[in-house]
């Protein structure tokens, strides 16, 4: 049985869904019933690289979720409006919608899944994180037995395009930042990838699925690439990391009345050069679920990009076939949308939250100054994994630079000890400060 297409958006990810559409020959045989009957976009004087039946294209969104041909809406307009609205449009109309928009289901999510729960339309978005790796159904249905305790993962690929070329060829932010541009990995205004703030919808969604509660998205402490320094790449490979935009939820606890307790953020995080993560470069993405009973299962593959994304986009087209053609029609709400399923969910209060720290120290190149560091940091119960000291004549420098990792510790504690260092008169002031896996 057919299933009328309508397609909002022709871009990058647009032209990708429509030529998978177009070439159905070799694929899964379900995908003949795809039929792509409307496609919206928002300008019709932009040049394109598909071609399109007469009649197909035109610029009246609205027009073709309307469309009584359109079973099915395929958002992938990008930003928050008109594609909020256009997706309750189809969902009020009672057609499922396929989205890859994370702005808008990271921050809009509640009010489209009660809207899809009242009206029993499905809502899908694998292509929303991690572009070609399956993650979102996995979470939903594949680990559905675990105990989700920790997702990680590198979910911006062109943080890590960026972070590869400064390791590899020790150049700064601003010249990788302008090779991502030249080879179009990165926007002309890159600061949702650089800032951190794209990873930070993608998590804010994966949190809401590993732990079956809504994130609130704006809570979300983000800090993305564009202030990390060379000097903290080279350090870090010299003692045996190198230098990640990781996206992280993880289960702390559960409070007394019921709800999980939970630390979802994202920041620059020196990772272990033995650590599963430490090996995904380029414009790659990568994500690491641990659970209880099945352990580490890492999804590695392209991030961004019309063939990947589109690849998951189609996939979640076909979920929808498929279940159509078992139902035979009959619309069904996927549970996991549903408001009557969720947990209550709140992310913990900063300070209380426990990591492992780097910190780079300017200092003046006296005796017992490590001596000094080390007593502030233990006086607020920090334990020190390693701690290094730079000689200052090799640079031709006056000063010295102390670069120390702690073991995990309380932030408030952190901070404080920090505050201390901070006081000492051989201290000139704090570097820079990441997080460490």
Known sequence: MAIGIGLLGLGTVGSGVTRILQTPKGRQPLLRQLQLRRVGVRSLSKARDVTLPQGVLGDDLEAVVDDPGVELVVEVLGGLEPARS?????IAAGKPVVTANKAVIARHGAELNAAA????????????????????????QSLGANRIERVSGIINGTTNYILSRMAEEGIS??????????LGYAEADPSADVDGHDAADKIAIVAGLAFGGLVDRARVPTEGISRLQSADIAYADKLG???????TAERLDSAADGAEVLDVRVHPTLVPKTHPLAGVHGVNNAVLVEGDPVGRVMFYGPGAGS?????????????????REVAEGSPRLDPLLAASSWRQC???QPQRTRHRNYVRLGVVDNPGVIGGIGCCFGDEGVSIQSIVQTDPRRDGRDGAEIVVIT??????RFQRALEHICALPAVKGIASIHRTL
């Open 241 to 247: 990391y190198c230098v990640k935009l990781l996206a």
């Open 407 to 412: 073991h995990e510790v309380e932030e408030g």
């Open 117 to 140: 729960a009242e009206q029993g339309v499905y809502v899908l978005m694998e292509a929303a994180v991690g572009g070609g790796i399956p993650i979102i159904e996995p979470l939903k």
């Open 173 to 182: 932010f601003a010249e990788a930042l302008t090779a991502a541009q030249t």
């Open 86 to 90: 256009l997706i309750l449009r189809a």
């Open 307 to 323: 063939g990947p994304t589109a690849s998951a986009v189609v996939a979640d087209m076909l979920n929808i076939a498929a279940i």
């Open 346 to 348: 709140r992310l913990a």
